[in-house]
């Protein structure tokens, strides 16, 4: 007897876009509606890290990959407390996980966090649309909802807030702040400000000697400034989700924190904050970066990396050359900026070097999780420059 | 950075023959090399000795020597070509090996021609096993506990230490040859006193066994910058324990975690840069143990591979062609991605499909070998399949086979729980064909944990095999078939044939119904990036999604049917033919469509065509195909000339749907391939055949055999490669073969051949458009009649038939071609015996020799024939230059070049249970993987350089033993007594013995095994031990064949040549006498096509001196 479970009917579901084009599944997930920006997602593993990313905060992940699931949920790879995508997308779920370190099925996880998804659509074509069109609201709507019409719920997804101007550090960030004690010999301490921070970018700081005081995204500069015996050794801004154009506070902290030359590292959402504290403005990219295979180039070393990226904004800075912070009216502030880091792809900038200033950040993840090891060498640069900080070396 | 200037010509080494485990994946590679270096404005010098790739084209280098790969010939034309470099990771182990020599032997230092791609140390590092493991280590990775061992008690002490099981691996072999699990002392003993002397380094490493555990592969690209991506991950289906090549596999890996995939990627990138490959590709092979995720590295190949060549096909990512860019000075950020064109070659590709590898294996022609999968591979062939999942991908793999039982079926009544712990019993044992026994196991109701439990295979895949039984059921049992039902069944792989089948009702009718609810597949793109971008190059492959990819277009297409995985009877030869076919009507203007499911072939390659379509070549893949490029604008036809008999046997069934075949029409084929009506075609022409008749039994056979008299050659009708061809002299023989073969049925009768003793075989391949006929070549058999022709050793031009004798062959031919009707190429073989002309048969599609005749007289063969088959007149080729203005192949002037093919054997692969290998006898039915060709003045060397390209070559001094037939005895004496006289020492058993002292000819006497006393060394002791350069060995009836088996099997596995014919005795001592004469010289095909100038030639040419 072949287990009937193969083939328990799915109820219906159907996943509209804000220009009226559906396509329709079957429900996946918990059951009911869900609204939220349509993105992709090219990595082929990984999904557990994903779905707890705090960067899709509000967004539906459509997944490239066809088989999601096969190898389970399991309690070491979680990068946040919980699920954040808005809505899953996937063509073939798993039946049943297979892994030793698996401990249960995605879908229970999906269920029990209520998020809603949808399986067996062409996620290809749907791929295909968004990448032409570029990023849009979506609906996924399942159980009773499946059943209205189209342009019923395309009004519905509509209605839906749009990503840009969305500001959403504060929904995902730590309520409380909490320390990551170093591993082995503390060599420094940095304070982290979680504006929807994944875990393993503390345990990779960890790793390096590093005390990390992970602070909630609302923290003041006193309270950055209040971490450690005497004051931090390092500030970090972590990656996370909406529009960077609206975190003004964030940027004034960090401004602070470029006055006083404490040494800076940030990573996807913190470069872009990096980005916009120097002057540079930040824009919306038609589609985004979302995936693990992704060629950066460091132009310090003129070497490639393959990289995990989760980006649906990217900062506006001159490709070539250095450049005087555009914030720095008289040239004294924080000095030059250059592009460290471009996405061979589209050339999109991909990190920030300031040359003047102990600070640097990146657009992409080299914490990985998920995705390759390759920028890790990352971390080291930012012990590199605390250690220097401290000599009294200078850059 | 950009290009290196220093280097302004390269030596490309490539694989040479097609053997199991080295196929024509290194085509491809090659291929794409030697292209992509001339594109780079870089003098290419070419060796590869096989004339059927296409790399080994005269347009794909400066200067293309076909001669054998050896340190000698290669350090010959280094000398003559001076180049500036030499690229010998593309071409395999050969290529590999060879340069290994070649820089031992101080000949790259003294012409200064480094390797480039990876250095001598490079190479030893990854190679060598002792030496890989400490590269290992100091990656942080682990390797399997081992011992390197030289000798047996080295081995013995060393399994004591490790415990059994234990893997023998011997070093410096390609494919794993020799390598294999002793599970107890005499395992070791057989297996690693074998690994022992497969070693070129009587080396063996020992270790612990590994079992059971998941296997995977990535693929790995490193430029000289020290970039490093991952192409692909491959994971294999058949846990460790079966020879990755043996395995199904699938990319990407699909039951790892990030985690778990990353670390392998750390280790695989780790490993390239420590064994310091400079540039290109390398492939390392993992194993993860299911339960705890502990890895192991297993070992690394530095070099392109056929998981490559796979690799290449799965993610669209051409790794030779980047490996080749790689290797003159480019980094991976500098070459852009060739199928967006927009986004570089320095990222990973992702899949938003699933793709699945299928091996195909030949142990039908083996009846002998041991069937079971082990660690040396032993696969002929793969088809890959690409679906949006891997229910789908699997089962369109399965059915890329085609044969008929590979495919999932749902027969009778559900197994019984008893039936299907004995499928499991069964399937423990890999074996060709255990996933449909697994199929079976859990159709009979077995769980995925007991199945798991009994074949290693992951869970992950068995729960998609049950989804593909439960939907089965399904299908089965509904009321009707709804287009949600059979969308369902579409989107997990089933064909229509097995809907049918489920169904009770002819395919016909469930595509009918099917097509009438408008579930048809679309065609989905390989795009390297799961649609992140555009993609520039339509790679096509179905799926039962809603938006299909497929652009309109407006030049008429003509749609090539390639051949299909790879077989022995069907091989490279065919996508030689499907290739050039797509060039010269590319070059004609019309768009080419290929249709293929090879990953290894040039056809498979997304540049090679217009567009290509990877699928099954079943007729309901190959009508949907039709199907979409009809939509998307004019169809101008469609060949199925020249895939070999795999398209052949669809173009009735196409014709019948309404598919315009082009070239020579299915009634026409028909009448070559139905007895009757070729017969009467035959008749008309008024040529003679050797008797005949028609079974449908056993007692018929005997009624037809005892008419036309003994011997007899009795086959099934439909077959290509001989398939179960056998010569038979008697009636017991007989009756025991038509009932053994229980072939004989109203549809597929046996036919009855008399078989003619002692006749010469004749080889024609022509071109007919109509009203005129171009004669390719005349090939003349070095082995008598009866041995398949695709095994035995031809000669082009012929070399003792004459004038008249060539004038009544072409005669035949065009009588041939006008009454059947061909449109395009005709192989014909003949018979020559007691001057009758015999027609043995005639196949109206491209041939095996194709290849080999466009080498050997410089005439591009397959591309005028894809020209004739769209309609243009042979006269129209002559004028437009395509063929020579004045003559043909069957013209040879009387100074051409002499080019023997010679056949090269997979018999050292095989081994019986008992340990020996297969034997090595040659029949009518074809068992050889491949060929070489020699090519030079006279007819000696050329057929002593095919020797050595095959891997034999004939010796210069030594001993050789003669013992043939007593209806050879007579032919034997003249060439034996020419050996004597060059300075060889004749050994032989008793009888013969006694013969030769007759004639005059002194011989040692050896024992037979039988013969032997206690304390003697027998004949096939002293072949073991090296003391026999050369055997003579003709069988002489069923008897006194098992008794020269030993004798075949010794010399085989000492790679000794073996002659069995007293014709191949012949040309041996020819070869041998051109040897001596002098090292040989080399030319490439270049300059003996100038010398021959056959597009020069004038009507008073041909008039004067023709051979």
Redesign the interface.
């Known amino acids: ?4 479970a ?2 328990a009917p799915r109820g219906a579901a159907v996943l509209v876009l804000e220009d009226g084009r559906a ?1 329709r599944g079957e429900a996946y997930g918990a059951t009911g509606r869900t609204v939220g920006e349509a993105v ?1 997602s ?5 999904y ?2 994903t779905l707890t990313d705090p960067s899709y905060r509000r967004q539906v992940v459509v997944m ?4 999601v699931g ?2 389970g949920v ?1 309690d ?2 979680h990068e946040s407390r919980r699920i954040w995508v808005a809505g899953y997308v996937v ?2 779920p ?8 698996s401990q249960r099925s995605l879908e229970d996880d999906l269920r029990e966090q209520g998020v809603v998804g949808i399986s067996g ?5 749907l ?2 649309h968004l ?1 032409e069109r570029g990023a849009m609201r979506v609906g996924i709507f399942s159980g009773d909802d499946a059943e209205q019409p189209v342009s019923q719920l395309t009004s519905v997804v509509q209605e839906a807030p749009l990503m840009a101007g969305s500001a959403l550090a504060a929904e995902v960030t730590t309520p409380q702040a909490y320390v990551v004690p170093a591993v082995g010999e503390k060599r420094f301490t940095v304070a982290a400000l979680d504006l929807g921070i994944k875990a393993m970018t503390p345990t990779m700081l960890a790793q390096h000697g590093i005390e990390v005081h992970v602070l909630p995204a609302t923290s003041t500069f006193e309270q950055v400034r209040a971490v450690g015996d005497d004051g931090p050794d390092g500030v970090f801004f972590s990656n996370g989700p909406g529009d960077p154009a609206t975190a003004d506070a964030e940027v004034a902290v960090l401004r602070e924190v470029l006055d006083a030359r404490i040494p800076f590292f940030g990573i996807c959402f913190g470069n872009q904050l990096l980005g916009r504290a120097l002057g540079f403005g930040t824009y919306k990219l038609k589609y985004g970066h979302r ?5 950066v ?1 460091d132009r310090t070393t ?3 990396e ?1 990289t995990a990226h989760n980006h649906g904004f990217a900062v506006d800075a001159p490709l070539d050359g250095e450049v005087t912070a555009p914030a720095d009216a008289d040239g004294t502030a924080y000095g030059r900026v250059r592009v460290s880091h471009v996405c ?3 050339d999109v900038v991909e990190g920030l070097e300031c040359l003047d200033l102990p600070a640097y950040s990146v657009q992409y993840h080299p914490e ?6 390759d920028a890790a060498y990352l971390f080291d640069r930012f012990v590199e420059l605390m250690s220097n900080n401290e000599k009294g070396l200078g850059l | 950075m950009g290009k290196r200037d220093d280097i302004k010509s390269v030596l490309v080494i490539g694989s040479g023959p097609i053997v199991i485990g080295q196929a024509c994946e290194f085509d491809y590679s090659g291929t794409q090399a030697c292209r992509v270096l001339r594109e780079e404005g870089i003098r290419v010098i070419l060796v590869n000795s096989n004339p059927a790739t296409i790399m080994t084209d005269p347009e794909f280098a400066d200067a293309t020597y076909v001669e054998p790969i050896t340190p000698e010939v290669v350090e010959a034309i280094i000398a003559r070509e001076r180049p500036d470099a030499v690229l010998a990771t593309l071409g395999g182990q050969t290529a590999l090996n060879c340069a290994i020599s070649l820089h031992e032997a101080g000949v790259l230092e003294k012409y200064g021609c480094p390797l480039i791609g990876a250095n001598v140390e490079a190479i030893q590092l990854g190679e060598d096993r002792e030496k890989f493991k400490g590269v290992v280590e100091r990656c942080g990775g682990e390797s399997a506990r081992s011992l390197i061992c030289h000798t047996m008690d080295e081995l013995l002490a060393g399994a004591e230490d490790l415990g059994y099981p234990v893997v023998v691996r011997p070093s410096f072999t390609m494919g794993g040859l020799g390598s294999g699990f002793a599970y107890d002392e005499a395992d070791l003993r057989r297996i690693g006193g074998a690994g022992l002397q497969y070693s070129p380094v009587t080396e063996v490493l020992l270790e612990e066994s590994i079992l059971g555990w998941k296997e995977y592969e990535l693929e790995v690209m490193r430029d000289h ?3 490093v ?2 192409v692909c991950s491959i994971e294999n289906l058949d846990p460790m324990g079966v020879h990755t090549g043996d395995s199904i596999t699938v990319a ?11 670390r392998l ?2 280790l695989g990138i780790a490993i390239i840069r420590e064994v310091g490959v400079d540039t290109g590709g390398c492939n390392i092979q993992f194993a993860v143990n ?4 502990r890895i192991i590295v297993i070992e690394m190949n530095p070099r392109v591979s056929r998981s490559s060549a796979l690799a290449s096909k799965a993610t669209g990512f051409p790794i030779a062609k980047i490996a080749a860019k790689m290797a003159i000075g480019y ?3 500098e070459v852009p991605n060739d199928i967006t064109r ?3 070659a ?9 793709v699945v590898k299928v091996p195909r294996f030949a142990f039908e022609k083996f009846p002998a070998a041991d069937p079971t999968l082990t660690t040396t591979m032993k696969s002929v062939g793969e088809a890959m399949a690409i679906g ?3 229910t789908e991908a699997l089962q369109k793999a399965l059915r890329s086979m085609e044969r008929r039982d590979s495919t999932f079926h749902w027969d009778g009544p559900k197994p019984s729980v008893e039936q299907a712990r004995t499928y499991l019993h069964t399937a423990k044992t890999p074996t060709d064909g255990r996933i449909v026994t697994v199929q079976q196991a ?2 009979g ?1 077995l769980s995925v944990e007991e199945v798991h439990e009994a074949t290693g295979i ?3 895949f068995l ?2 095999m ?2 593909i ?3 089965a ?2 299908v089965a049992a509904a009321t009707e078939l709804t287009p949600q039902l059979l969308r369902l069944a579409k989107r997990h792989g089933f064909s229509d044939t097995q809907v049918a089948s489920l169904r009770g009702m002819p395919e016909a009718v469930v595509r009918g119904v099917r097509h009438a609810l408008g579930v048809r597949p679309v065609y ?1 793109t390989v795009d390297t ?6 993609a520039r190059t339509p790679y096509h492959y179905s799926s039962y ?3 299909t990819e497929v652009q309109p277009r407006d030049k008429p297409a003509v749609l090539i049917l390639g051949s299909g995985p790879n077989r022995i009877g069907q091989g490279v030869e065919f996508d030689y033919s499907c290739v050039h076919a797509s060039f010269a009507l590319r070059d004609a203007g019309y768009d080419t469509v290929m249709v293929n499911c090879n990953p290894e072939t040039v056809s498979t390659d997304y540049d090679t065509s217009s567009r290509l379509y990877f699928e099954p070549l079943t007729l309901e893949d190959v009508l949907e195909v039709v199907h979409a490029e009809q939509q998307a604008g004019p169809v101008a036809g469609v060949i199925v000339q020249l895939g070999g008999q795999t398209p052949l046997g669809l173009a009735k069934a196409l014709k019948e749907a309404g598919v315009p075949i082009v070239g020579t029409s299915p009634e026409a084929i028909d009448l070559a391939e139905d007895r009757g009506a070729f017969g009467r075609v035959l008749h008309e022409a008024k040529l003679p055949a050797p008797r005949h008749g028609t079974a449908y039994s056993a007692e018929e056979a005997v009624e037809v055999a005892q008419e036309i008299g003994y011997p007899v050659l009795v086959r099934p009708s439909y077959v290509l490669g001989g398939r179960g061809m056998e010569i038979v002299y008697d009636d017991e023989t007989l009756s025991g073969y038509v009932t053994r073969a229980t072939i004989a049925s109203p549809e597929h009768p046996v036919l009855v051949d008399r078989f003619l003793d002692d006749a010469i075989e004749i080889d024609v391949d022509a071109l007919y458009d109509g009203t005129e006929m171009y004669l390719g070549g005349i090939m003349e058999h070095i082995e008598e009649a009866g041995i398949h022709s695709g095994d035995s050793a031809c000669t082009l031009p012929p070399v003792t038939l004459g004038v008249a004798e060539l004038e009544r062959v072409r005669e035949a031919t065009l009588k041939l071609a006008e009454g059947i009707g061909v449109r395009g190429l005709m192989n014909v073989q003949f018979a020559l015996a007691q001057d009758v002309l015999y027609v043995l048969e005639a196949n109206p599609r491209a041939s095996r020799t194709v290849p080999f005749v466009a080498k050997a007289t410089g005439v591009p063969v397959a591309k005028a024939a894809a020209r004739v088959m769209l309609g243009a007149t042979i006269k129209e080729l002559r004028e437009e230059g395509l063929l020579p203005p004045y003559g043909d192949g069957g013209t040879m002037p009387s100074d051409a070049p002499v080019a023997v093919k010679e056949a090269v054997l997979p018999f050292k692969r095989f081994r019986t249970r008992e340990g020996q290998v297969v034997d090595s006898l040659l029949g009518p039915e074809m068992r050889s993987t491949g060929e070489v060709m020699g090519i030079d003045d006279d007819f000696g060397t050329a057929f002593a350089k095919g020797m050595l390209a095959a891997g034999s070559g004939l010796p210069r001094e030594g001993k050789v033993f003669v013992s043939v037939a007593n209806r050879d005895k007579r032919a034997m004496i003249f060439p034996v007594k020419r050996l004597a006289d060059l300075g060889f020492t004749i050994v032989a058993t008793t009888g013969t013995s006694e013969v030769l002292r007759r004639n005059g000819i002194a011989s040692e006497v050896v024992h037979k095994v039988s013969e032997r006393g206690l304390d003697e060394e027998s004949i096939v002791d002293l072949i073991l031990d090296g003391g026999i350069a050369m055997v003579v060995n003709t069988p002489s009836g069923p008897n006194a064949r098992a008794d020269g088996y030993a004798i075949r099997a010794a010399t085989t596995s000492m790679d000794r040549p073996i002659v069995t014919t007293v014709q191949e005795l012949a040309a041996a001592v020819q070869g041998i006498e051109a040897q001596m004469r002098g090292d040989f010289t080399v030319k490439p095909l270049q300059e003996h096509a100038r010398d021959l100038d056959l597009y020069g030639r004038t009507p008073a040419d041909l008039a004067g001196g023709v051979a």
């Open positions: 007897m072949t287990s009937p193969h083939l396509f992709f090219t990595g082929m593993t990984g557990q890290e490239t990959a066809p088989h096969n190898t399991n070491e790879d063509r073939d798993a039946l049943r996980p297979s892994n030793w370190r659509i062409d996620t290809r074509a791929t295909r990448r995936g693990i295979n992704q060629p180039m003129g070497k490639v393959v061979l792809n589209d990985a999780a998920a995705g390759p090891h | 910058a020290d970039n991506v991952v990407p890996a699909l039951t790892l975690t990030d985690r778990e995939y990353q990627r750390d299911p339960a705890d995720g980094t991976l950020d927009e986004t570089p320095s990222f990973e590709p992702s899949l938003d499909y699933v949006r999942n891997f859990l159709r109701g992951d869970p992950w729960d998609q049950e989804l039984n439960a939907i059921d399904q989905k990036c799961a649609a992140e971008f555009a999604d809603e938006e």
